[in-house]
DNA sequence: CTCGATGCAAATGCTTTGCAGAAAA
DNA sequence: TTTTCTGCAAAGCATTTGCATCGAG
């Protein structure tokens, strides 16, 4: 059983997601609409971490018409519902990641070229609890984010 | 040499990071005003993490007629000359807190209350490093923080 | 039909800036 | 006197919301 690949999402994987949204917008009492399937559809294809004005761009080039409002509304709703995690990096803008129930993982943040890199480290995960538990907290999440320059944008 | 509290500053090491500041702005040609000595001087006394608002309080409380826009300047002054650090916290609004160069430290965060605790890691400090160079990345900065609910918070 | 969803445009909240008067040097 | 700094008010910008209309159930 090798590691899923984040690259792109199988669509079998995705299926998943959106029946998952399902279940919860029925639990709900709310409406299966054409712009959140369209929305949510976007999202889930895309591998990464999107800005709702990215977001939105995905969903106008099969939708023109779709608005900034209902895209800002569905990947609330993603994110209430557990599918997907908002994130701020370095910049002003929220970003969104489909979220990964089975492992945590962080970033490696490149400050010249943004590109975003994800690991995994449990030795580390291990050790947080250990720490928080000494606070006396209980942890509920947690932000591990590397910010340097890439390989590429060290040659530079 | 015992570890150095963070709960307050020592009248000495006030007066070493005005020092810092002054030479700063003499270098750069910047001029030593009043407000500039007020509101550096409420930040340094104030243990903590900070919002714009909050300086500007604590300036006030000194100063009725300080204006937010010299405490934003101010501030951003001390970013730059490095004695001071801003950070995001989950909310929308940006604190800033004295840079330590002697050591780094983290945050846990108590989702609740807002309370924030410093801690050191120099183990997890030592893997990032690893871990960086595992990916190419050459390591400038990391934000390390753990979201729970305090000792306190979980009673409620 | 009914009530939730959409899209627009306006409101919000925080941050940043232009500018005329004030104050260092 | 010259140049920078201050304080106000206005501009920016990403995010949120009110509301008339649309459309799923």
């Known amino acids: 059983m090798g590691r899923p690949s984040r690259e792109r999402m199988a669509d079998a994987a995705i299926d998943a997601l959106q029946g998952q949204l399902s279940a919860y917008m029925e639990r709900k009492g709310l409406r299966s609409t054409s712009q959140r399937r369209l929305v949510s559809d976007v999202f889930f294809r895309a591998a990464g971490h999107h800005s709702l004005d990215e ?47 089975d492992s945590h993982h962080d970033h490696l943040i490149c400050l010249e070229c943004k590109r975003i890199v994800e690991f995994e480290d449990s030795e580390v995960e291990a050790h947080q609890e250990a720490l928080a538990q000494r606070y006396g907290f209980s942890l509920v999440s947690h932000k591990h984010e590397l910010y340097g320059l890439c390989a590429e944008c060290q040659r530079k």
């Open 55 to 101: 977001v939105l761009a995905m969903a106008r080039a099969e939708d023109p018409r779709v608005g900034y409002a209902t895209v800002y509304r569905t990947m609330k709703l993603l994110v209430e519902c557990g599918l997907a995690n908002e994130r701020q990096f370095g910049d002003a803008v929220t970003r969104f990641e489909i979220a990964h129930h």
